[in-house]
C-alpha cells in the first residue's frame, strides 16, 4: 500500500484562468456553481470518509516530529470530488500511482478544469487500500499526508475512489483539499 501527498497552498493560479473564469461568469456562460449552488451529496463512501477526516482535525495530533492543533471541519466540495474522480479514474485505468498524470497534469490543474477557483489547493493519494478508513488511517500516519488533513487552509474536500482488479493495486484514492477564493 502507497500514500503520497502534495500541498500547493503556496501556489496561485494563473491571473488568465482567473480572467476567463471572470469572463464566462459575467457572459452568463460560466459553469453551474458560479451562478447557483451545486446539489451534488456526497455518496456513503464519500461521507464515510469526510467524516474521519473531519474527526481527525477536531482533535490536536503529532504528524511525524510536528504538533498541530486541532482545525475546523471541511465542507464537501463536487469540484474537489470530481477533481480526485479524475485522478482515480486514470490513475486505475492507466496503473500508475503519482500525483502527476502521464500527460504532465498536476493537482493545481486537475481542480482548476473542474472550475474550482482556489486559494489554497492540495491532495493526498492511496493505493491499495480497500477501505475510506483504511486510507485514512495510512494518511494519518503518514507525516505529509497527516499535515494535509490538519492544514487550517484547507476548508473543503472532495474525494474518489477507483476500481482496477488488473493493476498492481486494484484500488486508487484521491482526496482533493482546498479552499476556494
Given at each position: 500500500m502507497k500514500?503520497?501527498?502534495v500541498d500547493s497552498s503556496a501556489r496561485r493560479p494563473a491571473l488568465g484562468a482567473l480572467f476567463r473564469c471572470l469572463a464566462l461568469v459575467?457572459?452568463?456562460t460560466g459553469p453551474a456553481w458560479a451562478s447557483e449552488p451545486s446539489e451534488c451529496e456526497p455518496t456513503e463512501q464519500q461521507q464515510a470518509m469526510l467524516d474521519l477526516v473531519?474527526?481527525?482535525r477536531s482533535q490536536a495530533r503529532q504528524c511525524g516530529e510536528q504538533s498541530?492543533?486541532?482545525v475546523a471541519p471541511l465542507a464537501w466540495s463536487c469540484q474537489l470530488h470530481d477533481a480526485a474522480k479524475a485522478h482515480s479514474d486514470d490513475m486505475a485505468e492507466n496503473g500508475y500511482f503519482s500525483h502527476t498524470s502521464p500527460e504532465g497534469v498536476g493537482i493545481e490543474q486537475r481542480v482548476e478544469d473542474q472550475g474550482y477557483v482556489w486559494r489554497a489547493v492540495g491532495e493526498n493519494i492511496a493505493a491499495g487500500q480497500s477501505s475510506a478508513a483504511g486510507a485514512v488511517k495510512g494518511w494519518l500516519e503518514s507525516p505529509g499526508h497527516?499535515?494535509?488533513i490538519m492544514n487550517g487552509a484547507f476548508t473543503q474536500m472532495?474525494?474518489?475512489k477507483?476500481?482496477?482488479p488488473e493493476t498492481r493495486y486494484r484500488h486508487y484514492w484521491?482526496?482533493?483539499l482546498g479552499q476556494p477564493r
Open positions: 500514500n503520497s501527498a459575467l457572459l452568463g473531519n474527526e481527525a498541530v492543533d486541532a497527516c499535515r494535509n472532495g474525494m474518489a477507483a476500481d482496477n484521491t482526496q482533493a
